[in-house]
């Protein structure tokens, strides 16, 4: 069936450091992948999309390029802030799942100032 | 509305007994699901459905669980003869349709405690 696998956390930068998570999937026919965002208190929310090969999903300063060769959807931000402390979950939605969106286990990102 | 919102946000039960969970979906989102997180993993998929009928409940855990759906609109889901192991947040989310592009909504959870 279909999976998500992602680096294990917590993942602990300074600010302003480069961030990168993992993330690798299995999927049947061709998915959508996601990057949702769980902030401390809140609901998951979607942070960046990619349906495509080669798409390149952004928002917020973050990116992630969907790679078909390698089965990949890594998240990078080039300077992160405090405030981008929040668990991160790599998601896909597939045919062969009836399109039913697989997560990843989650990264959680602390950030220090 | 203008979010999912689910109820109770909070809820401490005793183990054996009978608990329901609401959910709110955004009005004329058609697709709902319910995920669990348990403490330290990923979202454990429970059920989906679109419109009034569950076409995939794949992830119910048990016979102890069970869903429903009305009018489109409001979920519960019900864990009859609740365990420790029960204990998780649980998670509901909705989506305007089922297409692979869809992006799901989320509500803050509700978070199961059985002691």
């Known amino acids: 069936g279909d999976s998500v696998t992602q680096m294990e956390g917590p993942v602990t930068l300074s600010e302003e450091a480069f961030l990168t998570i993992n993330c690798t999937y299995t999927?049947?026919?061709?998915?959508?992948l996601f990057w949702y965002v769980q902030y401390p208190g809140e609901g998951l929310q979607l942070l960046l999309k990619?349906?495509?090969?080669?798409d390149k999903g952004s928002n917020k300063g973050f990116e992630a390029t969907y790679r078909k060769e390698t089965t990949s959807f890594h998240l990078e931000k080039g300077s992160v802030q405090v405030s981008d402390s929040a668990v991160y979950f790599c998601?896909?939605?597939?045919?062969?799942?009836?399109?039913?969106?697989?997560f990843g286990r989650g990264t959680s990102l602390i950030v220090h100032p | 509305g203008a979010g999912v919102s689910q109820s109770p946000s909070n809820k401490v039960t005793e183990k054996g007994k009978d608990v329901e969970l609401r959910c709110d979906p955004i009005?004329?989102?058609?697709?709902l699901y319910w995920y669990r997180q348990r403490l330290g993993q990923g979202l454990e998929f429970l059920i989906y459905?679109?419109?009034?009928?569950?076409?995939?409940k794949s992830g119910l855990p048990s016979d102890r669980f069970s869903a429903e759906r009305t009018g489109e609109s409001v979920s519960t889901l019900t864990i009859q003869r609740t365990q420790q192991e029960d204990s998780a947040v649980y998670l509901c989310?909705?989506?305007?349709?089922?297409?692979?592009?869809?992006?799901?909504?989320f509500g803050a959870g509700s978070r199961l405690t059985v002691l």
């Open positions: 989310a909705s989506s305007p349709g089922s297409a692979g592009a869809n992006v799901l909504t």
């Open positions: 999927a049947t026919g061709y998915p959508s």
């Open positions: 990619a349906t495509k090969a080669d």
């Open positions: 998601a896909l939605s597939a045919p062969g799942g009836s399109y039913i969106p697989t």
């Open positions: 009005s004329g989102h058609t697709a």
């Open positions: 459905f679109q419109g009034n009928s569950a076409p995939d």
